[in-house]
């Protein structure tokens, strides 16, 4: 079929349990202009390489005309600084990373290990009686909405509200053929409203009197570049709880998903649990929880040939680029022992995942937690029915028996 139309059916729900044909006809095709105007980028050299460009623009602005179809989110949201060039960019990421990670703050996650395998082990232990279990809802979905409600500062008995508003948030961009667009969009604008509302309100309430939590951190330690204003503190602080959120529940139950797949690999790490990190690195290659980043060129481009205009959608498709053959040996393979694993799971460059660090440790521990438990598992459908976004793509239920 035309490589112009390679987008349209990479985001068709019917191609989202296995894309990755799509993605080796596109790095097969190179640099390629689609039916909508947006060029897609496959290739794993490219996209690093891209994702290093100062050219190359993250705010959608700067773009020449307005296209949803290779936008992940909704443009009006509020300023993140994902979303931000430098220096805006810098200043409020350094800002957001200095109560969560170095050099400010360099013993911050890992101190969550504890609390994290206790939420783990509570959870595992609310299921361990059940002949079938729902991977999603009761496992994924949970897990990480607590430990980031917990690193926030979020008291336990607001957790349920929390999950509430994140599940609509991320309902507001995973719509499907069909749906009411504007009153997903108007529900996810809401709960994205109260959800930055009441976390500024409580960090406002801690000011002058810190706990150990980062929102205590970002309005009594606001360090050298100054402090949030109170848009920005909402728009960062509900970025940190649903981003971070959405993509790890994706790469646990893909995760999951992938072992249950790989008999043969889920025992060797059965028999050598200290494989895990090494595996959770190789699901982040081969089954990632984000599997595209939009981007707009701030001058033309040549790339691999290719003359990418001024201000145009660029979309560069990391999940192709961890598949290149060029750059992973047999790389439709899974491979927890995989040596060089430099894959883009977390992105690169600037704009690489803030919470990367939390993310393989919530996963490292929650495989390495269910991964005993699996000998006798069995998927009850697969492929089974998955999330509408082509972007953050994972299942929407991985129902499992025992």
Same mark, same amino acid.
């Given at each position: 079929?035309?490589?112009d139309t390679l987008l349209q059916r ?9 894309p990755y044909p799509l993605y080796a ?75 969560? /990670? ?40 949970? #897990? ?110 893909? /995760? ?44 033309? #481009? ?42 883009? /799971? ?16 919530e996963a490292q521990i929650a495989l ?25 793509? /994972? ?8």
């Amino acid at each position: 079929m035309a490589d112009d139309t390679l987008l349209q059916r990479i985001t068709d729900y019917t191609n989202r349990p296995d894309p990755y044909p799509l993605y080796a006809q596109l790095r097969e095709a190179g640099v390629v202009r689609q039916t909508d105007g947006s060029y897609l980028v496959g290739t794993y050299h490219d996209i690093v390489a891209l994702l290093h460009d100062p050219r190359v623009s993250s705010d959608q602005r700067n773009r020449t005309a307005l296209y949803r179809g290779a936008d992940p989110g909704d443009a009006r949201q509020l300023p993140t600084f994902i979303r931000r060039d430098d220096p805006d960019h810098h200043r409020l990421r350094s800002m957001a990373m200095r109560p969560f /990670g170095p050099p400010h703050s360099p013993g911050r996650i890992d101190a969550m290990r504890e609390e994290i395998t206790r939420i783990t082990e509570d959870l595992i232990a609310s299921i361990q009686d059940r002949e079938q279990v729902d991977i999603v809802d009761d496992f994924a979905y949970p #897990l990480p909405v607590t430990v980031i409600c917990r690193l926030l500062g979020v008291p336990r008995e607001d957790e349920p509200v929390f999950r509430e508003w994140s599940a609509t948030v991320i309902d507001s961009i995973d719509i499907g053929p069909g749906e009411d667009l504007r009153k997903r969009e108007a529900a996810g604008e809401q709960a994205r409203t109260q959800m930055g509302r009441y976390l500024v309100d409580l960090a406002e309430r801690r000011r002058g009197g810190p706990g150990d939590d980062m929102l205590s951190a970002f309005v009594n330690d606001p360090g050298p570049a100054g402090e949030f204003s109170r848009a920005e503190l909402a728009a960062t602080s509900a970025l940190l709880l649903v981003a971070g959120h959405e993509t790890t529940v994706n790469l646990i139950t893909n /995760g999951i998903l992938t072992l249950l797949r790989h008999p043969d690999q889920l025992d060797l790490l059965r028999r050598d649990p200290g494989l895990m990190p090494s595996a959770v690195e190789e699901l982040l290659r081969y089954e990632p929880p984000v599997h595209m980043l939009p981007r707009t060129p701030l001058a033309p #481009l040549d790339i691999a040939g290719t003359t990418v205009p001024r201000g145009v959608p660029l979309v560069l498709v990391l999940a192709s680029g961890s598949r290149d053959p060029q750059r992973f040996r047999d790389p439709d393979r899974f491979d927890p022992t995989r040596p060089d694993n430099q894959h883009l /799971g977390f992105g690169s460059g600037i704009h690489s995942c803030y919470g990367a660090p939390l993310a393989r440790i919530e996963a490292q521990i929650a495989l390495g937690a269910l991964a005993p438990r699996l000998s006798t598992a069995t998927l009850v459908e697969d492929p089974p029915p998955y999330r509408n976004s082509a972007i953050l793509r /994972g299942p929407r239920h991985l129902r499992v028996e025992f």
